[in-house]
């Protein structure tokens, strides 16, 4: 998957730049507030991203309603992804809504 120049752009809110259909094409660097599809036209797999907590961690969300649990993505009037992200890692926890293109902490997150 190649990026365009002007995707590179910083952008307030989050959109969706692209979709690949291996998770394996998915670059390792996405840029700021960039969300990549994995699958095929008819059917979404996976949601890719970086984490908005900025360490460096990235988030694969499934979106293939076959498997649970699963997410849903609507971008129209923007980006929001339901339900909520819950990352767990070792040293932090990042929880958190997308909502209309913006992020929402929730209150249980350790950023």
């Known amino acids: 998957m190649k990026i365009s120049w002007w995707q590179w ?10 979709a690949t259909e291996s998770a394996d094409e998915v670059p390792d660097r996405l ?8 699958g095929d036209a008819d ?10 907590c900025r360490t460096g961690h990235r988030i694969m969300l499934n979106a293939d309603q076959a498997r649970h649990p699963n997410w849903t ?7 929001t992804i339901s339900p ?6 070792t ?3 990042c929880h958190y809504f997308i909502r209309n293109g913006r ?9």
């Open 9 to 18: 752009l910083p952008f307030w809110r989050w959109r969706v730049i692209g």
């Open 31 to 38: 840029p700021r507030n960039a969300v990549t599809l994995v």
């Open 43 to 52: 059917r979404i797999k996976w949601i890719v991203f970086d984490c908005p």
């Open 73 to 79: 993505l609507n971008q129209l009037p923007r980006l």
């Open 84 to 89: 909520s992200i819950d990352s767990r890692g």
């Open 91 to 93: 040293q932090r926890r």
């Open 103 to 111: 992020i929402l902490w929730a209150k249980d997150s350790d950023r």
